[in-house]
């Protein structure tokens, strides 16, 4: 019989061994557990214009009139492919999202821009939606010229009418005129670089990659 007092082979390994097992559960288990969750919470924005351009988006309060939140119908679950989930709200379907939003896309959002009303659309996705930047700046400047009838208001001193001094045009952005645009005749449009980094992280909000969350039973 082997006695753990008297074998140093067995006072060796069965420390050793314990270590190793802890070792396991305590730090590599979690490890990759951590890594598999990390994978799971989508990038942050895409470059440094995109992150100024949120700045921007908070400093002018854009989240007065837009949310960003899909929400998700809690009285009703589905199936998809075996999986039991929670659809989208029906009022919110129309903003062409059928996952609601998952907690992990907040994950770099310093602080999330979730909203409380929704005079304009919801803009979760509003890059998927929308991706051409001329766009954003014909709205911005003249929300009517594009969205007939619209209440928002214009952001006029995003844009300037005066060509900038040409070792500075690369600051800017030229707009192409388009009809009903409301600039006075004989004159161009640019976008500022403040409105080149709030169109910039407009268009950065596509939601890619963003995958349903099994709903816990009940
Ligand atoms: C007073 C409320 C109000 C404010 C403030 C406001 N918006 Fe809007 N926005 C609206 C309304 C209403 C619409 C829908 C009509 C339209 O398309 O213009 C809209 C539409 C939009 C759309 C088009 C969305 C889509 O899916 O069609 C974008 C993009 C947008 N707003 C961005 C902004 C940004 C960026 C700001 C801040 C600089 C802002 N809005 C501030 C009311 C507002």
Known sequence: MVNIHTSHRLLFILPATIYLILVFVCAIWPALIQQ??????????PNELADRGRELYRSYNCVTCHTQQIRA??????????????????????????????????????????????????????????????????????????????????????????????????DFEKVHLIKGLGVPKGKELWATPDAKALVEYLISLTREGVVQAEEAGG
Do not use: C
């Open 36 to 45: 598999e969750l990390d994978q799971a919470v989508p990038k942050p924005f």
């Open 73 to 170: 119908d809690h009285r009703i679950h589905k199936e998809v492919d075996g999986v039991r989930v929670v659809p989208v709200l029906k009022a919110d379907a129309r903003f062409g999202q059928e996952i609601a939003t998952q907690a992990e896309e907040y994950a770099h959002h310093e602080p999330p821009l979730m909203g409380t009303q929704r005079t304009g659309p919801d803009l979760m996705s509003v890059g998927a939606r929308l991706p051409d930047a001329q766009w954003h700046y014909w709205h911005l400047y003249n929300p009517q010229s594009v969205s007939p009838g619209s209440i928002m208001p214009p952001h006029r001193f995003l844009f300037t009418t005066t060509r900038p001094p040409a070792d500075q045009e690369f």
